[in-house]
């Protein structure tokens, strides 16, 4: 989605689209650490923000 906001905006949007790209692979890097640490603790871990589909 962040880079077809880029190619529509002729490349000029890569000023708002870099920071919010590099702040989700942060958070998503984070977030993943986090998860594996807690599944090592034998815990479930639900990510947050996601959709719970399958009940």
């Known amino acids: ?3 077809l906001l ?5 490349g000029l949007g890569i000023f708002v689209t870099g920071p919010i790209g590099g ?4 958070a998503w890097f ?7 640490i ?3 603790e034998g815990q ?3 990510y947050p923000f ?4 399958v009940q």
């Open 1 to 3: 989605m962040l880079i």
């Open 6 to 10: 880029t190619v529509m905006s002729f």
């Open 44 to 46: 479930q871990y639900r």
């Open 50 to 53: 996601s959709w719970k589909l």
């Open 38 to 40: 807690r599944a090592n």
């Open 23 to 26: 702040a989700l692979a942060i």
């Open 30 to 36: 984070v977030l993943t650490i986090i998860a594996g």
